[in-house]
């Protein structure tokens, strides 16, 4: 079965950086959009970033634009997140996130309702 599994998560302070990673298997994922979504407390689940898988290209929310780098590696079947710049507001427990190019398309895409699979999530803190 489809699994996601993410790591990489940690305590930080701010100004720091932090890279997560998640290990996608159980599938072939060419024709899939990976997808980082994060989760405040009280708050709830919002768009990070995402990539396509066959072409890499990457969407960013405007709050992460310029800070975060989304990547994926084939051979690794692997998606990173390479955050830098971080402040205490990202806080939160980060999540992988698969979903079918075929569904995932225009601003539906920034949903968590487009996405199939997801990954048990990290947490991130930032200490200010």
């Known amino acids: 079965q489809v699994q996601l599994v993410e790591s990489g998560g940690g305590l930080v302070q701010a100004g720091g950086s932090l890279r997560l990673s998640c290990a996608a298997s159980?599938?072939?994922?060419?024709?899939?959009?990976m997808g980082w979504f994060r989760q405040a407390p009280g708050k709830g689940r919002e768009f990070v970033a995402r990539?396509?898988?066959?072409?890499?290209?990457?969407d960013y929310a405007d709050s992460v634009k310029g800070r975060f780098t989304i990547s994926r590696e084939n051979a690794k079947n692997t998606v990173y997140l390479q955050m830098n710049s971080l402040k205490p507001e990202d806080t939160a427990v980060y999540y992988c996130?698969?979903?079918?190019?075929?569904?995932?398309?225009?601003?539906?895409?920034?949903?968590?309702?487009?996405?199939?699979?997801w990954g048990q999530g990290t947490q991130v803190t930032v200490s200010s």
């Open positions: 159980g599938r072939t994922f060419s024709n899939f959009v």
């Open positions: 996130a698969a979903a079918s190019m075929r569904t995932c398309s225009g601003t539906y895409c920034y949903s968590r309702n487009a996405y199939d699979y």
């Open positions: 990539i396509t898988w066959s072409a890499g290209d990457t």
